[in-house]
Structure formats: structure tokens, C-alpha cells
């Protein structure tokens, strides 16, 4: 009994640290003792804005009602992305990235029936509803629907200044989570190496069996005591930079968009996100193809149209600068990396808190009964990982390697193939013959569903030659004519649906004011 595993510590706070102690707390064995420590003087980072789908089943499991979620977070809902001026400086240059798959995805793959029809209708408007409801303005639910359930899959919006402390405190009152407000001073070790301990400033010493390093860029734990290399992915994805800065709302009632908007600059991109009482924008950028100065004024005219001139001058901008990459690993001897210590890339498809939730619940589900066996948890969750930073680099570079802006070295840059990871040019050739589709899906549980791949391959005008081609046979006849009908008939019912939803929802900011007046049913 002596290497049983029962005491967790984690140490840092913020998002990462308190989305890691509920998941860990609420999912694993009863006899699991969860701390944290969080210092005192250290502030989270607090961009990270933006989340998918999964936290809806995250905060469920917790037990966290979404009626107090949404009351205390200043959250609003997100359905996806919309991207603008990623393809050319056409003002007309935008497509979607819903949440909601396209119709019967699992049965029939609608894109070789959509590319005969791509000049008339985007992709993601052919084939789902919710690009149509977020061009409306509109919420992905009723205030009928019970909490959690969606009539069109949805996440969040949230402020992480407030997010962390409405965890920290669900966390502490209804999860039984020890918290320890210190700041490590040293790491004790055992003399195989395991981290015993780690002794703070004024709460002595806290033993653990499992720590987990949830302390942000400086990754104290794994980085700094254990010396697990970093990999940087710059060489791939450039951008690492970012001028943040928040504005408030003309009038109380402006509408809040129900998807994050990213507009595409001269050296990078600027990031809209809309919550209850104000709107978080930042320009992502690389140091090595503009200046400090120079991104500034982008994000400053960008700001300008929505709160005159004057005001956007004088707002206060945050600098960011990161090293875009990860860990070697993520999990040595007794010690896994959650969060920014694990690694960060630019927030382009928010993937920074949906690794936080992965990684916390892999830990949580195959919780280590024993060291004996922990090294052996930790291969696997390395594995997973390491194959999700992959995908997770591949797809953001998807947005950039489809481009066909030239008008800067930054964009043309982007497109050279030393900058491409094999994987994905080997994708990019296959698509160029047929669609993506499940075939794609490497794994059981991927980050990316293979969706996501259609909305930005035939989103930035991605051509797949053979689909298109081999619809008819010579003498014009079309192939597979039971999946033509199919095909026509979804495309019908999705144009009907949304007409239908257009009825039946309402605008975002009109929904969350009643669930904060009435709350949703709990299921």
C-alpha cells in the first residue's frame, strides 16, 4: 500500500490549475485528495477566452450549473469562427468554422455534391444551418432547452479573470479541493527522482504522490526542476506576439456576436470576441515580420470604427510574447504539465483551455492506482498528447498554407513548403483528389474532427479535382444516383432549417439576459 497514489498537489492556479483540480476532484476515485497551491503574487495570464463544445460536458461533470455559469463569468455563447480576409484582401473574403457537423456527417460526405455548386453558396451555408443563425446574430438554444442541451452545438465565450475564481471557488466549497495560497520556494525529491514535496513560503512543506505543473509559462515544475526540453514549432507557425485590450459596448443592448471573429492583417491576425459587458480583441503577430508599433496601429484602426478615434487611442493594450511550441513530454516520474507549462500556440482555434480539459480528464480516467504503474499511464498520456499537438499544428497551419495573399512576406512565407510539416502536405495532396472526410481520423478521439478539415479546406477555396470530376460519367449521367438524391434532399432540408431556426431563436444577448433572469431547467 505503501506506492498507492492518493494525494494529488497542483501546483498554480488560474484556469489551468482550477479546471484541473474540479475535472481531477470530480472524476476520480473517491479516494483521491486533491490540493492547490496558488501564489499570491503571480497573475494569471487571463486571454484565454474562447472554448469548444467539450466544456459543456466539463462543466456538467463538476456539477457547475450553467445558469451560475453565465451569471458570474460574463459568458455568451460561441458557435464557431468566422474567418475574414485569411483568402485574399477582397472585403467579401469570409467563410465559417461552425461547431455543428455538417448533415448526416457520419452517413454521407456532402462535399463532392457541394463543388459543382461552390461560386453560389459557401460551404459551411450548403451544408449547416449555423453559420446562417450566427450571420442572424442569433443563440444556439432556447431558453426552453434544459442546461447544457443545444439545438445547435455550441461553447463559450467567458472572461478568464472571472472564470478562475468561480472555479476556485465551486472547487473548494462542493469538490472538497485543499487550497493553499503560497508561493513554492523549493522541490523536494525522493532519491529516485520523484518529486516528495515542495515547501513554500508560509505554509511549510505539502507532500504529494502526483504534483501536477500548472505554473503557466514558466513551467516551474517540469521545465525549470526536471529540465524537459522545449520544442519550439516557430518555424511552422511564426506568430509569437500579441497585443491584447478590452472595449466596452456603445449601448447596453449592442449585439453580441455568437461566434469569435478573426480578421486577418498585414503580419498576423486580430482576434473579436464578444462577452455580456465587453468585447476582448488582440492582434496575434510575428515579431519577425512587423513591429511592436506597427501591429499596434492595426489593432488601434481596427478598434477605431466601434468606439470613435479618440477612445481608441487612448484604451490600454497588454503585450503578450510567447514561444509557440510544447514540451517534449508532458508526464516525467511523478509529474505531469497541464496548461501554458505544457506548451502554448496561438489561439487561433482556442485550443489552449480544450487541452487543459483533455489532459486533466485522461488523468482523472486512468488515474494510476500505484506508481508501480504510473509510468505506464504516463507513456500513453505522452503518446496522446504528442499525436494532438501534431493535428493541433497541422490545422492551424491549414489557415495560413491556403491563402492566396501575396501582398506581404509574412502570407507568401506561410505558403513555402520548408514550413509545411510533411503530414500536412501529404494531406493537402490527397484532399486535391478527394475530400476529407472520416477517413482523415486518425484516432478514436481526435481534436479535430474531420469536419473541422472540410470548413477551412473548401472555406479558403481548397479545390479537390477527382470529387468534382467523377459526379458524372462521360455521357453526363450522373454516378451513385441514390447519393445524389441524398445529397439534394439534405441540401433542401438544411435551407429549410434554417429558416425554421431563424423562427424559433433569438438573438444572443436576448437569451442570456433571460437565463440570468430566470435560469435554464437542470436536467
Known sequence: MADHVTRVVIVGGGSAGWLAAGIIAATSPNHVQVSLIESPD????????????????????MGILETDFFRECDASFKQGSKFSRWTSLSPNDDYYHPFTLPAKYHEINLAPFW??????????????????????????????????????????????????????????????VNYISANVTVINSHENGDIRSVSTDTQGEVVGDLFVDCTGLSSMLLGKHYKVPFVSQQHILFNDSALAVQIPYIENADAIASHTLSTAQTSGWIWDIGLQSRRGI???????????ELAERELRNYIAPSVGEKMAEELSVRKISFNPGHRDKFWHKNCVAIGLAAGFIEPLEATALVLIEISAKMIAEQFPVNRSTMDIVAKRFNNTLGHHWKRIIDFLKLHYVLTKRTDTEYWRDNCLAGTIPDSLQELLALWKMQSPWLHDEMRREEMF???????????????????????????????????????????????????????????????????????????
Not at 503571480?42 to 461533470?61: C, D, F, K, N, Y
Not at 435551407?495 to 437542470?522: A, W
Open 115 to 176: 463543388l459543382p455548386f461552390k461560386e453560389k453558396i459557401p460551404f459551411a451555408n450548403a451544408v449547416c444551418p449555423q453559420a446562417a443563425v450566427c450571420d442572424f446574430g442569433y443563440a444556439p438554444k432556447q431558453i426552453t432547452s434544459p442546461e447544457f442541451s443545444a439545438v445547435l452545438n455550441y461553447g463559450y465565450h467567458l472572461d478568464a479573470g472571472k472564470f478562475a475564481p468561480f472555479l476556485h471557488k465551486h472547487c473548494v466549497e462542493k469538490l472538497g
Open 282 to 292: 488582440g492582434h496575434v503577430f510575428s515579431s519577425r515580420y512587423t513591429t511592436d
Open 449 to 523: 474532427p474531420s469536419a473541422s478539415y472540410q470548413y477551412v479546406y473548401y472555406g479558403m477555396k481548397g479545390m479537390t479535382e477527382a470529387a468534382d470530376g467523377n459526379r458524372y460519367d462521360p455521357g453526363g449521367k450522373p454516378l451513385h444516383d441514390r447519393n445524389l438524391r441524398k445529397a439534394e434532399a439534405l441540401f433542401m432540408e438544411n435551407s429549410q432549417k434554417i429558416q425554421q431556426l431563424r423562427k424559433i431563436l433569438q438573438p444572443n444577448r436576448e437569451l442570456i439576459e433571460k437565463i440570468k433572469l430566470y435560469g435554464l431547467q437542470t436536467i
Open 42 to 61: 503571480v497573475a494569471p495570464i487571463g486571454v484565454g477566452e474562447g472554448t469548444w463544445p467539450t466544456m459543456r460536458a466539463t462543466l456538467q461533470s
